[in-house]
C-alpha cells in the first residue's frame, strides 16, 4: 500500500496525472484483484460489511455507474440483485476479466475503460447511486476533487455516492514488523506520509471535510474490514460459526469514531 507525494514531484498537473494513472495500471497488471475479497475470512470481512450497508441504503432497482469497479465483483451483484449497472475502470486488464464475465453471464449494461477524474458519455444528474471505490486509494488531493466532481456531475439529486480510502494510521500499524525492528523506516513513513508509495492515506477527518466542502450529507462513515489485517491468521482458522460471531461483533461497531481510523479501509457514504 502507499502516493501523496506526487504534488510536490511534479508541477504540470497532466503530468503528475499522467505518472499517476501509469503506477495505477502497472500495480493492477501485477495483482490479482478478482478473487481478493473472497480470499479467507479476513479478506470476506471488507466485502460482507459493504454489501450489508448497500443492502440498508442503496434503493431497489437503482441505476449504478460503478466508476472504479475493478474485476466487477460489486459491479455483478448488484446486477444481479436487480439494479440496472454500469461499469468502468481505468486498468484495461481489469475491464477485459469484466468482459469475459460477461460473456459467460451478461448482467451489466455497460462496460468500459475509463478514468473517474474525467468526463464520460453519460448524462448529468443520470445516476441514483454512483460507486467511487478505489480511486482515493491511488489520487492526490487536486485529482480527488476531479473525481469528485464527476462523481456529483453524474449523481441525481437526493442520490447515494460511496467513496472508499485507505487509512493512514491502520497503514502506519501494518509497516510494523513483528518485531518492531524498522521504527526508523515507520517514522519516516509517518513523517513524509508514504509518499513513495503507489497509495494514498487519508483520515477520516480529511475524508469528512472533503464531503463538508462539497455540501454532501454523511449517511454512514465506517470502516468495511476493521482491524482485519492484524489478525489475519486467527480470522481465517475461525470455524463459520465463530466467524458470523465476530462479524455480528465487527457490523455493530464499524462506525463507532474511536475505531474508524484503525480499520484499513474506510467508506464513506454520502448524499447531494
Known amino acids: 500500500m502507499q502516493a501523496v507525494g506526487y504534488a510536490g514531484r511534479y508541477a504540470n498537473s497532466s503530468f503528475r496525472r499522467c505518472i499517476m494513472e501509469k503506477n495505477i495500471i502497472n500495480y493492477y497488471n501485477h495483482y490479482e484483484e478478482d478473487g481478493r475479497l473472497f480470499r479467507n475470512y479476513s479478506h470476506q470481512v471488507e466485502w460482507l460489511t459493504t454489501m450489508y450497508y448497500f443492502d440498508r441504503v442503496l434503493p431497489p432497482h437503482s441505476r449504478i455507474f460503478d466508476g472504479c469497479a475493478g474485476t466487477g465483483n460489486y459491479a455483478f451483484e448488484l446486477a444481479r440483485r436487480g439494479n440496472a449497472v454500469i461499469a468502468s475502470d481505468i486498468v484495461p486488464r481489469n475491464v477485459d476479466i ?46 480527488r476533487n476531479m473525481a469528485l466532481e464527476q462523481c456529483l456531475r453524474l449523481l441525481k439529486k437526493n442520490g447515494v455516492l460511496v467513496i472508499s480510502y485507505i487509512n493512514f494510521m491502520a497503514a502506519l500499524q501494518l509497516n510494523l514488523n513483528a518485531k518492531l525492528e524498522n521504527m526508523g523506516d515507520v517514522l519516516k513513513f509517518y513523517s513524509n506520509r508514504g509518499e513513495d508509495d503507489p497509495f494514498t492515506y487519508l483520515l477520516p477527518e480529511e475524508i ?46 464499524c462506525e463507532y469514531k474511536y475505531i474508524l481510523g484503525y480499520g484499513l479501509h474506510g467508506l464513506i457514504i454520502l448524499t447531494a
Open 98 to 143: 469484466m468482459r469475459q464475465k460477461q460473456m459467460q453471464k451478461p448482467l451489466l449494461d455497460d462496460i468500459f475503460v475509463g478514468d473517474i477524474c474525467e468526463m464520460n458519455p453519460y448524462e448529468d444528474h443520470s445516476f441514483d447511486v454512483v460507486l467511487c471505490m478505489g480511486a482515493f486509494y491511488h489520487l492526490d488531493e487536486k485529482a
Open 208 to 253: 469528512e471535510k472533503t464531503a463538508h466542502d462539497h455540501q454532501l450529507k454523511i449517511l454512514h462513515h465506517l470502516t468495511s474490514d476493521g482491524t482485519a489485517y492484524m489478525r489475519g491468521e486467527q480470522l481465517n482458522n475461525l470455524t463459520k460459526e465463530s466467524f458470523d460471531q465476530y462479524m455480528k461483533l465487527h457490523l455493530e461497531t
